[in-house]
């Protein structure tokens, strides 16, 4: 009996002490998850901050002297401002940002740069001051937190990370990450970042509760860990499912466009060909070009070409039902599926209504793009998705030689047999 009790009281020190270790351990890697979501939260603050200043150069050097401040702040925060100044007159959507202080010596820096757009902190009004100065002025403010972006910002919000942006127009120390640090209760990393051409430095902290606390003893101590166990479990097989969610979109959307990719829109076209076939209903493929994108790319830069490709897939993504699907096909070509869509006059109008959608207002600051679009209707044109394509990439390319918005491939196939034309296209 007393060496079944030793054998007991063992065996129960041994579990304290395994059950003490394992939540010591479970304590520490919590503590890691916490400190590499803070990290996580910074970098994607930082990433923000970075790609809202890049955007804002390039909207201030692709900008004209008829360029209407509205448009310039279109697609920052409902605080951006902007003014296009001449030597007779100045045009502003809000307060005269000449009169900032840190006007001043960013006019000169640009100036001294050639006119190309710079960028200055005024900490007067905590904001940063894009400018360009050649023939003409151009200025572009951006409050502190309009740099995190309304996206980054609801991210930010659902980890429950508090994210605060400070400007300052000397430079704060050495650029780079500081270490993790606990302040009242919180876990708080901050970055110092130089804006380009030493601009002024953006210092952004990112806090988050350190609520890792220990558990109780005795029984609650295993029910604690045995609900623990539980819901890591849960927690487990949670993340599993999110990182193979994750994966499939990774697999499956375009990373610049945030549109299904090449390889998803084949997929889904052929599914769609087997319903089509099965009901007879038809569909319709259309192939979308944008004139003159190369020549965007070689003046304004790759970078602004990535942003107008961006606003033309959220311009054909507005442009569509729910039940249809837009596609990057590659390059500057998109492609969109349109289930049921077969009569002539559907097909026109869905078409007239994509190139116009792209064409009506400027796509990015003030330049402007216009599109070819051909169509191909299944079954009339083709019955596999290389056969439509086939045929309104033809149809796109008569549209494009012709200097019309949209062709549809029955159209083309009627002129050219009547003009005695055969268009190849590679």
Not at 92 to 115: H, I, P, Q, V
Not at 183 to 202: A, N
Not at 313 to 342: N, Y
Request: charged letters at 20%; aromatic letters at 4%; hydrophobic letters at 50%.
């Amino acid at each position: 009996m007393r060496l079944v009790r030793l054998g007991a009281l063992v065996g129960s020190v041994v579990l304290l002490v395994a059950t003490s270790v394992s939540m010591f351990n479970k304590r520490v890697e919590l503590q890691r998850e916490l400190d590499a979501q803070v990290a996580s939260v910074l970098l994607l603050a930082n990433q923000s901050a970075d790609a809202t200043v890049a955007r804002a150069l390039a909207v201030a050097e692709a900008s004209t002297v008829d360029t209407d401040p509205s448009a310039l702040t279109a697609s920052f925060g409902a605080d951006a401002a902007a003014c296009i100044a001449t030597a007779s007159a100045t045009d502003c959507n809000g307060a005269d940002l000449l009169a900032l202080g840190a006007f001043g010596a960013a006019a000169r820096a640009s100036l001294d740069s050639g006119g190309s757009a710079v960028v200055a902190v005024d900490e007067s009004s905590d904001s940063i001051l894009i400018v360009a100065r050649d023939e003409f002025t151009v200025v572009i403010k951006l409050q502190s937190q309009e740099l995190l972006g309304e996206i980054t910002a609801d991210a930010f919000a659902e980890t429950g990370a508090a994210v605060d942006v400070a400007l300052a127009a000397d430079r704060q120390g050495a650029s780079g990450v500081a270490e993790l640090r606990n302040v009242d209760g919180y876990r708080v990393l901050e970055s110092v970042t130089t804006l380009p051409g030493d601009g002024g430095t953006i210092v952004i902290g990112v806090r988050l509760a350190n609520n890792i606390g220990l558990v109780g003893e005795g029984l609650m101590l295993y029910l604690v860990l045995l609900a623990l166990g539980t819901v890591l479990v849960g927690l487990a097989g949670w993340t599993f499912r999110i990182d193979r969610r994750a994966l499939e979109i990774r697999a499956t959307t375009d990373e610049l466009t945030g549109l299904v990719n090449r390889h998803e829109f084949e997929r889904r076209t052929d599914e769609a060909l087997i319903a089509a076939e099965r009901s007879g209903v038809g569909l319709c493929i259309m192939l979308i070009d944008l004139n003159g994108f190369k020549q965007i790319n070689d003046t304004l830069g790759h970078q602004f070409g990535d942003l107008v490709l961006q606003a033309s897939a959220e311009r054909l993504s507005g442009a569509v039902r729910e039940t249809e699907i837009v596609g990057r096909w590659g390059g500057d070509e998109f492609v969109v599926l349109l289930p049921g869509v077969e009569g002539g006059s559907a097909v026109r109008s869905s078409a007239e209504r994509i190139a116009h959608r792209l064409s009506t207002t400027p796509i990015v600051g003030d330049v402007s793009i216009a599109a070819a679009v051909g169509a191909a209707v299944f079954p009339q044109h083709g019955k596999t998705l290389d056969e439509l394509i086939k045929a309104a990439d033809l149809a796109m390319y008569g549209a494009k030689s012709t200097g019309v918005s949209y062709r549809v491939a029955d159209s083309l196939a009627h002129d050219m047999a009547a003009e005695g034309q055969l268009f190849i296209h590679g």
